[in-house]
């Protein structure tokens, strides 16, 4: 069985930095396309980001744009969630996925269907 597990969750300080980690095990990591998505309290789950299975390819959901960083390093198994100047509306728990096989990502990367596998999440709280 494919297992995601979330870490470096915690409380920040508005503008500081935050950096969530992703290991996948069970399948071979490289053939996974991967993406990030948050859950805030009274809110549906939203697409934060995805990265492709070479990362050659990455997509960021308009909040995030320019402040948040997504990268993979297939040799460890692990995606990253670079988070910088971390805002309130940013507290959700965080959750990472991998993509479902035969999933059209490249179009489709943004929707939570597209996504087979999840872990746990990690709880990313900023303050005021």
């Known amino acids: 069985q494919v297992q995601l597990v979330e870490s470096g969750g915690g409380l920040v300080q508005a503008g500081g930095s935050l950096r969530l980690s992703c290991a996948v095990s069970?399948?071979?990591?490289?053939?996974?396309?991967m993406g990030w998505f948050r859950q805030a309290p009274g809110k549906e789950r939203e697409f934060v980001t995805a990265?492709?299975?070479?990362?050659?390819?990455?997509d960021y959901a308009d909040s995030v744009k320019g402040r948040f960083t997504i990268s993979r390093d297939n040799a460890k198994n692990k995606v990253y969630l670079e988070m910088n100047s971390l805002k309130p509306e940013d507290t959700a728990v965080y959750y990472c996925?991998?993509?479902?096989?035969?999933?059209?990502?490249?179009?489709?990367?943004?929707?939570?269907?597209?996504?087979?596998?999840w872990g746990q999440g990690t709880q990313v709280t900023v303050s005021s």
């Open positions: 069970g399948r071979p990591f490289a053939t996974f396309a």
């Open positions: 990265i492709s299975w070479s990362g050659d390819r990455t």
């Open positions: 996925a991998a993509a479902r096989r035969g999933s059209n990502w490249y179009e489709e990367n943004s929707a939570t269907a597209t996504y087979a596998y």
